[in-house]
């Protein structure tokens, strides 16, 4: 009975810590040439930092060669679908 116990709590944790976490960032330079920087991790403790730190470093690279971050357009869920009006900032 304690190892169905066991089991069934590690089996909660380990859904409720699955998941997927991005970044994405789209840079333009004066050429009108793009780079995106996009980098993915799953959700827990680690990966979010790692996903941060490799993120800003393709950042600064990019805008070392020239590149400015182009502003961005409204987000999706991850259904694809656009948010209500409201969920978009001005």
């Known amino acids: 009975m304690r190892l169905i116990v066991i089991v069934a ?19 333009t330079n004066d050429q009108g040439q793009t780079q995106t920087c996009e980098h993915s991790g799953h ?31 409204p987000a999706t869920t991850s259904a694809g679908a656009t948010p209500p009006a409201a969920a978009v900032p001005p």
Request: a positive charge.
């Open 43 to 73: 959700v827990g403790i680690f990966s979010p930092i790692r996903v941060h730190a490799q993120q800003k470093s393709c950042i600064d690279k990019a805008k070392a060669a020239g590149y400015q971050e182009t502003p961005t357009t």
């Open 9 to 27: 709590v590690m089996s909660g944790l380990l859904l409720s810590l699955s998941g997927c976490y991005t970044q994405k960032t789209v840079l």
